[in-house]
Structures are given as structure tokens and as C-alpha cells.
């Protein structure tokens, strides 16, 4: 059980819009397999471009989910001290794992973007459908950057929890 605490209730604006995001690509993902497999198997004639797609939509799943996961502390975690520590330890152990989310995630968002960077100033694509690498760079940059802001939400309610708590 998760008992840290959340700034927001479940039902947040922010993770409805996110959800909403995230179901895309994943339907997407759907929609374009059957019809590969079906066009495959039974016309002899696969999707072209469909693999290139699946991949761009994989990498939005994951990073349109990325923020959603963060704000609900859903990462996997080690928890061997949880059990030993409380109170003021405990605000600590969770400010300290919090910053360094935000230092990894933050780490993400500025490597993407000058993956983003690049990409655009090489003009890279996709071999098949020549589909530009840099504005899905960019848009995993965005979705990185926005769980940034949710980390520090996070850690910004845990010291006002311990504020209120003195």
C-alpha cells in the first residue's frame, strides 16, 4: 500500500488528459497491428510502414504514461527501510528519492532534446515511410519534462506536509 503523500486527488485533470494521451498510441498500436497481420495472412500484402509506426506509438505510450507514473509514485522501487523508518526519516527518505527522480528525469528530458536537436538539423527519418525522428524527440523531451514538474509538485507537497505536521 501507498501510503506517501499525493497533492491531488485521483481524478486530477492533469490524468485524465494524460490517460486520454496515452490511449492513443496504445490504439493506434491495436488498430495498425491487426490490420498488418490481417493484410499479411490474408492478402498476402503487409502494411507498409507499419513496424516504423508501432515503434513511434510504443515510444508515446511509454512517455505519455511517463508523467502518470511519476505523480502516483508508481516506479518500481526497493523499499528494504520503509519498514524502519517514520516520521521526519521517513518525509526525508521520500524528499531525498523524490530529488533524485527529478535529477534522472530531468537528465532524460535535456538528452532527448538535444536528441531532438540533432535529429532536426540532420533532417534524420525513418527508412521506410521517412517519417522526421526530431518532433517524436521532442515530444518524449515534452512528457519527460512535464513528469520533471510533477516530481517537484510531489516533493513541494511532502515539505508542506511536514510543515504543517511541526
Same mark, same amino acid.
Given at each position: 500500500m501507498?501510503?506517501?503523500?499525493n497533492?491531488?486527488?485521483?481524478?486530477?485533470?492533469?490524468?485524465?488528459?494524460?490517460?486520454g494521451l496515452?490511449a492513443?498510441?496504445v490504439? /493506434?498500436?491495436?488498430?495498425?497491428?491487426?490490420?498488418?497481420?490481417?493484410?499479411?495472412?490474408?492478402?498476402?500484402?503487409?502494411?507498409?510502414?507499419?513496424?516504423? /509506426?508501432?515503434?513511434?506509438?510504443?515510444?508515446l505510450?511509454?512517455?505519455t504514461?511517463?508523467? /502518470?507514473v511519476?505523480?502516483?509514485?508508481?516506479?518500481?522501487?526497493v523499499?528494504?527501510?520503509?519498514? /524502519?523508518?517514520?516520521?521526519?526519516?521517513?518525509?526525508?527518505?521520500?524528499?531525498?528519492?523524490?530529488? =533524485?527522480?527529478a535529477?534522472?528525469?530531468?537528465?532524460?528530458?535535456?538528452?532527448?532534446w538535444?536528441?531532438?536537436?540533432?535529429?532536426?538539423?540532420?533532417?534524420?527519418?525513418?527508412?521506410?515511410?521517412?517519417?522526421?525522428?526530431?518532433?517524436?524527440?521532442?515530444?518524449?523531451?515534452?512528457?519527460?519534462?512535464?513528469?520533471? =514538474?510533477?516530481v517537484?509538485?510531489?516533493?513541494?507537497?511532502? =515539505?508542506?506536509?511536514?510543515?504543517e505536521?511541526?
Amino acid at each position: 500500500m501507498n501510503d506517501t503523500p499525493n497533492p491531488a486527488p485521483r481524478a486530477h485533470a492533469l490524468d485524465r488528459l494524460l490517460g486520454g494521451l496515452s490511449a492513443l498510441p496504445v490504439a /493506434l498500436i491495436v488498430v495498425l497491428t491487426f490490420a498488418d497481420v490481417l493484410g499479411r495472412y490474408v492478402f498476402s500484402s503487409p502494411l507498409r510502414g507499419s513496424v516504423e /509506426l508501432i515503434e513511434y506509438a510504443m515510444a508515446l505510450v511509454i512517455f505519455t504514461a511517463l508523467p /502518470l507514473v511519476t505523480r502516483s509514485r508508481g516506479h518500481v522501487s526497493v523499499s528494504l527501510i520503509d519498514g /524502519l523508518v517514520r516520521g521526519t526519516a521517513k518525509r526525508f527518505k521520500l524528499v531525498l528519492c523524490d530529488a =533524485l527522480s527529478a535529477l534522472a528525469l530531468g537528465l532524460m528530458t535535456w538528452r532527448l532534446w538535444v536528441q531532438g536537436t540533432e535529429d532536426l538539423e540532420a533532417g534524420t527519418s525513418t527508412i521506410v515511410l521517412g517519417l522526421p525522428q526530431a518532433p517524436l524527440s521532442f515530444a518524449l523531451a515534452a512528457f519527460a519534462g512535464i513528469s520533471v =514538474l510533477v516530481v517537484l509538485m510531489l516533493i513541494s507537497a511532502t =515539505l508542506r506536509q511536514a510543515g504543517e505536521a511541526a
